[in-house]
C-alpha cells in the first residue's frame, strides 16, 4: 500500500511540474508554427490527456513539440488555420496506419549511435531557444536564471521528496512577485484565453485540391512525430528498465492528434525533454501524463490571471 500511495505522488508531483514547464514550450512553439498560442496550449492539454489512455509508454509526455511546429509554418502561411486542423486530422490517420501495419518494428534498426545524436542535438536547439528569453533582458534575470539552476541541481542533495524544479518556479514566483523585479513571464509571450476548446469540424472544402494542399504536410508531420515519439519512447525504456508496446503508442499518437485536430490544437508528439524531465520527477505511470494535461488546463483556466 505504502509503495502504490508512492507512485500516486511521484506521478502527481511530477505531472505538475511539467504542467508548469509545457505552458511557456506550447507557446513558443505555437509563435514558431504562427498561430495563435491557444492553439499549442489546447494541442497539449488534449494529447497529453488522450495519450494517457491511448498510448503504450507509460509516464512519457507528449503535446505540442518544437519539431512539429517547424513542419507547419508555410501551410498556415499559405493556407491559413484551418487548413492545419485539417493536416492534424489527416496527420493522426497516417499513424493509426502506422500502428496497424506495425511499422514501428522498424525502430530496432535505428543505431544507438543515431539516437544519441538525435537527442544532443534536440538539448542544443532547446537551449539555444531558450537563449534570447534570458540574454539581454535585465540583470535580474541572469540572477534568476542562476539561482534556478542552482535549486534544481541542489536541492536533491537536500530531499527528493519534492521534484527540484517544481521548488525552483514556486520560489522564484513568489520572491518575483513579492520583489516586483523587472523580469520577464510567461504572460508576456503571448495572451492566454480563459476557456476550455471546444468541438470543431475543420471548415475546409472536402476534395481532392485540398487533399493535395494538406498531404505532403501531414505525411511529414506523422513520419517526424512517430520518429520522435519512438525515439523518447526507447529513452524512457531505458531510463525505467521497463518495455513499452510500440506499435500501440504509434496508434495512440495518431488518435491523439486527430483529437487535438477536432479541437483546435495543432499536431503534436513525444516530447523527449519533458519526457525526462518527468520520470527525473518520480513520474512512472499513466497517471503522470494526464495530470500534466489536466494541470495544465486548470491552469489556464483557474490560474490564468498568474
Not at 512519457?60 to 492534424?88: E, N, R
Not at 535505428?110 to 531558450?130: C, D, E, K, W
Not at 504572460?187 to 476557456?195: H, R, S, V
Amino acid at each position: 500500500n505504502m509503495e502504490w500511495f508512492s507512485n500516486i505522488k511521484g506521478d502527481l508531483l511530477a505531472g505538475i511540474v511539467v504542467a508548469l514547464a509545457l505552458i511557456p514550450e506550447a507557446i513558443g512553439f505555437s509563435i514558431i508554427a504562427g498561430v495563435d498560442p491557444m492553439v499549442g496550449l489546447y494541442a497539449s492539454f488534449c494529447i497529453a490527456v488522450v495519450i494517457s489512455f491511448a498510448g503504450g509508454r507509460p509516464a512519457m509526455i507528449s503535446a505540442a513539440t518544437g519539431a512539429m511546429a517547424l513542419l507547419m509554418g508555410t501551410l498556415v502561411k499559405d493556407h491559413g488555420l484551418q487548413y492545419l486542423f485539417a493536416a492534424t486530422i489527416l496527420t493522426g490517420i497516417v499513424q493509426i496506419i502506422f500502428g496497424v501495419l506495425k511499422v514501428a518494428r522498424l525502430m530496432k534498426f535505428v543505431p544507438r549511435s543515431v539516437m544519441v545524436g538525435f537527442v544532443n542535438a534536440l538539448a542544443i536547439l532547446i537551449f539555444m531557444a531558450q537563449v534570447p528569453h534570458f540574454v539581454g533582458i535585465s540583470g535580474m534575470t541572469y540572477v534568476f536564471v542562476g539561482i534556478t539552476l542552482v535549486i534544481i541541481y541542489l536541492f536533491p542533495f537536500i530531499t527528493k521528496a519534492v521534484p527540484s524544479p517544481l521548488i525552483a518556479i514556486v520560489f522564484l514566483t513568489v520572491v518575483s512577485i513579492w520583489g516586483h523585479f523587472n523580469v520577464q513571464t510567461v504572460g508576456d509571450l503571448g495572451t492566454i484565453k480563459q476557456a476550455l476548446p471546444s468541438f470543431l469540424i475543420p471548415d475546409v472544402p472536402l476534395n481532392f485540391e485540398t487533399l493535395s494542399i494538406i498531404f505532403p504536410t501531414s505525411i511529414a508531420l506523422a513520419v517526424v512525430g512517430l520518429l520522435e515519439s519512438l525515439l523518447t519512447s526507447s529513452i524512457v525504456d531505458d531510463m525505467t528498465d521497463t518495455e513499452s508496446n510500440k506499435n500501440r503508442e504509434s496508434r495512440g499518437q495518431g488518435i491523439a492528434n486527430i483529437v487535438a485536430g477536432l479541437f483546435g490544437g495543432m499536431a503534436g508528439c513525444a516530447m523527449i525533454g519533458q519526457s525526462v524531465i518527468n520520470v527525473k520527477s518520480g513520474g512512472r505511470g499513466r497517471l503522470s501524463t494526464f495530470t500534466a494535461g489536466v494541470f495544465l488546463m486548470f491552469l489556464i483556466l483557474v490560474l490564468g490571471e498568474w
